[in-house]
């Protein structure tokens, strides 16, 4: 799938609602360095979800910005993935600092594989998967709607 | 009236013409969305959709096993795209470097493309699938014509001996015209020569069977002039300086460009395209955005001299960059046996012994008269739509009109504009359809994106169900199992 911007962000939410909160209550029983009771762990990466999606329409403002420079106007499919990087250093560093009240801090080995898990997840299923169910998705640029 | 003169009818909503790719991806959406054999039938002087293609990628040197342009999710034997080639090659090979190439394409490493054979194998098995040939009827089409009662008579003559008459005719609701290319058109000067020498050996297109200029190279040294900087010029690139390794050639290779790109090129930082030695890079034969991302949403919203204008900004000949391509050329390059010119050729003659003289003039006012044993036209030029007798037709008699870049003018869901008949609807994809909403028309996706429109539209008529996310995985099952839609 080749984005457009309103394509990008829908696909985004679209993707943390349904890939996101599955993965979610799948890992987090198994996530290490927690001691918290499993529902406020949901409760936790539940609001991380929130969280990456509303700094995300942020994140695809810059993304689509960066591709004009593109010739193509293409999201190569690595970029998807390495995204993960700036995307997740900045959402730590938000919750360490408590920028993000509702939060809870949550020690770093817990953050970092939900993250990381839920987004090869998301990118994973946005690299085919996606395509079965929703035959128009890929030539509407990601829309959803 | 057709009844009276005795020429038999066959009522049948759905028909397609033309019998190639953009035919079977669109009767294969068609029989996915739920349509029955039993109402559609495909109208074609072909025997199996890849025949053409097939024959058109072979003479460009594209043999089973080399790898085809387009990328790993145009599968126009699966709707979906997934599992894409990459994935299938990768499993079938046991080869994970596949997955590597695929994930850092276009940046690390160039498009991961499949083997023309795996497309082959595929649509065979998917034509099975679907009992494409129980559709299948064998003919030349002459005219389709609106009906006064609403929708089309589609006037066919069948092969000599297939039945009773001369001619047939098929009345359906719904007409879908996939021809192809209208026909092969030669530069200039080269069908003057050939014209004027009636030689046909020597000056070739790409695209008819060359293998003499390849035979003859190999029993004796050389000289072979290559027009054209697109895709067939790299390919056939490929093969000469392929032979000259294998056999150990002398073969010398000029190479004209009309166009001699230096390098980046483009108007502004946003729209600038990769370029240099010539050529001006691409991955496909068009930004890949077009077929799907943002400039598929542009163009959509886009009409006449605003249309045309983006079609130039990001048309232009142009070719993948391909790396092991880029090491012959340097090889060639620094081995002097490869010249690449700028020119344009103004005639060709024939020497006393026979060899061909192209003059060539180039833009800083050089004249260059290169002798070569051969000339191979790589430009692929395509004739003007009205070649086509059916399209001429239409053009003439049925309502039909030409897009801002010449061809014909159709609808977001590739209605063809003005034909409207009745309840009826003629639809077109492929080339024939460039300059429309939607540019990246004679690929396999662009082909599939085609059939989805006109398959929704259907839809929207009621001759099919709509196809939502359940069906369609359900559907995809069945793909994936190889049982019967
Ligand atoms: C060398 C080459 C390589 C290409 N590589 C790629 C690639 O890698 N990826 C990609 O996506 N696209 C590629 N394309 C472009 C395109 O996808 C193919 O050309 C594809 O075959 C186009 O499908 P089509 O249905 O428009 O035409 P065709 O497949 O050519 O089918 C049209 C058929 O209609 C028949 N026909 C014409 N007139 C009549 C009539 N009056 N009655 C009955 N039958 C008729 C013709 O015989 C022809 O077989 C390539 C094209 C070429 C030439």
Redesign the pocket.
């Known amino acids: 799938m080749v984005p457009t911007l309103m394509g990008r962000i829908q696909t985004r939410l679209f993707l943390l609602a349904t890939v996101g909160v599955v993965v979610t209550l799948l890992i987090m029983p198994i996530v290490p360095g927690v001691t918290a009771p499993l529902g406020e762990l949901y409760v936790t990466g539940l609001l991380v979800l929130v969280a990456v999606g509303v700094l995300g329409i942020g994140w695809e403002l810059i993304y689509h910005f960066l591709m004009q420079f593109r010739w193509e106007k293409d999201w190569p499919t690595m970029f998807g993935l390495l995204t993960l990087v700036p995307e997740g250093l900045l959402l730590y560093f938000l919750l360490r600092s408590g920028a993000v009240g509702f939060i809870d801090p949550i020690p770093a080995a817990a953050f970092w594989t939900h993250f990381t898990v839920v987004w090869v997840s998301m990118w994973l299923v946005a690299n085919g998967p996606m395509r079965v169910p929703f035959i128009r998705w890929r030539f509407r640029g990601g829309r959803v709607l | 009236m057709v009844a009276s003169a005795g020429i038999p009818m066959y009522d049948i909503p759905f028909v397609s013409?033309?019998?190639?790719?953009?035919?079977?991806?669109t009767v294969d959406y068609l029989r996915v969305y739920g349509v029955p054999t039993s109402q559609m039938r495909v109208?074609?002087?072909?025997d199996h959709?890849?025949?053409?293609?097939e024959f058109?990628?072979r003479?460009?040197q594209?043999p089973r096993g080399e790898r085809?342009?387009?990328d790993s999710s145009?599968r126009?034997d699966n709707l979906w795209g997934f599992p894409s080639y990459a994935l299938e090659e990768a499993w079938k090979d046991k080869n994970p470097a596949y997955l590597w190439q695929l994930f850092t394409e276009p940046l690390l490493n160039d498009y991961w493309?499949p083997r023309?054979g795996t497309?082959f194998e595929n649509l065979e098995r998917e034509a099975k699938r679907i009992n494409y040939w129980d559709m299948l009827v064998k003919?030349?089409?002459?005219m389709v014509r609106r009906r006064a009662g609403g929708g089309y008579f589609t006037v066919?003559t069948p092969p000599e001996g297939a039945a009773p008459t001369k001619r047939i005719v098929f009345r359906s609701r719904f007409v879908h015209i996939?021809?192809?290319?209208p026909g092969l058109k030669f530069l200039p000067d080269l069908q003057e020569f050939r014209t004027k020498y009636s030689d046909y050996q020597h000056v070739v297109n790409?695209?008819e069977p060359h293998e003499q200029v390849y035979e003859f190279l190999k029993t004796r040294p050389g000289t072979v002039v290559i027009r054209g900087g697109g895709?067939?010029a790299s390919?056939v690139l490929q093969r000469l300086f392929d032979d000259r390794k294998k056999f150990g050639l002398k073969t010398q290779i000029i190479h004209i460009f009309r166009t001699f790109v230096t390098g980046s090129h483009g108007p502004h930082v946003w729209s600038r395209r990769k370029g240099g030695d010539g050529w001006a890079y691409q991955g496909?034969?068009y930004p890949k955005s077009v077929w799907g991302g943002q400039l598929k949403a542009e163009m959509r919203k886009l009409e006449g001299a605003e249309r045309a204008a983006k079609y130039k900004q990001m048309g232009g000949t142009n070719t993948p960059y391909r790396r092991h391509w880029q090491e012959q050329m340097r090889a060639g390059r620094e081995g002097g046996y490869y010249h690449a010119v700028q020119g344009t050729v103004d005639r060709v003659e024939r020497t006393e012994d026979g060899r061909l003289v192209s003059y060539v003039r180039s833009s800083d006012g050089i004249i260059r008269e290169p002798v070569s044993d051969y000339i191979i036209d790589c430009t692929?030029l395509e004739a003007d739509i009205s070649e086509?007798?059916?399209f001429a037709d239409l053009l003439q008699n049925s309502g039909a009109y030409r897009n801002p870049v010449g061809r014909l003018e159709v609808e977001r869901h590739f209605e063809v504009k003005g034909t409207a008949s009745g309840d009826g609807a003629l639809y077109a994809?492929?080339?024939?359809t460039l300059g429309g909403y939607f540019p990246g028309?004679?690929?396999?996706?662009?082909?599939q994106i085609a059939a989805q429109e006109i398959s929704d539209d259907l839809a929207r008529r009621g001759f099919v169900r709509k196809m939502g996310p359940l069906r369609s995985t359900a559907q995809w099952f069945k793909w994936v199992f190889n049982s019967p839609v």
């Not at chain 2, 013409?17 to 991806?25: E, L, N, P």
């Not at chain 2, 959709?49 to 293609?53: D, F, L, R, V």
């Not at chain 2, 996939?178 to 290319?181: L, Q, R």
Request: hydrophobic share 40%; glycine share 14%.
């Open positions: 013409i033309g019998g190639g790719m953009g035919s079977f991806v109208i074609s002087n072909i959709p890849w025949q053409t293609y058109l990628t003479c460009s594209i085809i342009r387009s145009s126009p493309t023309a497309v003919g030349q089409v002459r066919v996939a021809v192809g290319y790409a695209y895709i067939v390919r496909f034969n692929g086509h007798r059916v994809s492929g080339s024939a028309v004679d690929t396999f996706l662009g082909l």
